[in-house]
């Protein structure tokens, strides 16, 4: 298993670096949020593996890391009706995590709702 030295301080580099994202906590824990939603953190919940980042994405991105990355990407059963993933830092490449909080923080910023189209 490679190594790649991410811990909570390239996490912050990261997140800090996407627009709106500020320093925060969560339940007592570090976190970052953007537009005042949580983003990041670092899980409380006693089911998460130490060393590991809670990351707020979609169930179907969720599941698309879980097939592609199982030794990197984890979800506990508290975090199952959660959408958000769990990380090993240790085993994550610093450039996957920055894809990941890209996404996590498109799927925050971005507006979800379209112009609707009316039906005459």
Do not use: Q
């Amino acid at each position: 298993m490679a190594k790649f030295r991410v811990d909570f301080d390239t996490v912050r580099k990261i997140a800090l670096a996407l627009p709106g994202v500020e320093d925060a906590t969560a339940y007592g824990s570090p976190a970052f949020k953007v537009n005042g939603k949580l983003l990041a953190c670092i899980p409380i919940n006693k089911s998460a593996e130490p060393g590991s980042l809670m990351v707020r994405v979609d169930f179907a991105s969720r599941a698309e890391l879980l097939a592609e990355s199982p030794d990197v990407y984890y979800v506990t059963d508290h975090y199952e009706n959660y959408p958000s993933v769990l990380v090993r830092l240790a085993l994550i490449h610093p450039d996957a995590l920055r894809d990941l909080l890209g996404m996590a923080w498109r799927g925050l910023t971005v507006r979800k709702d379209t112009a609707k189209k009316r039906v005459i």
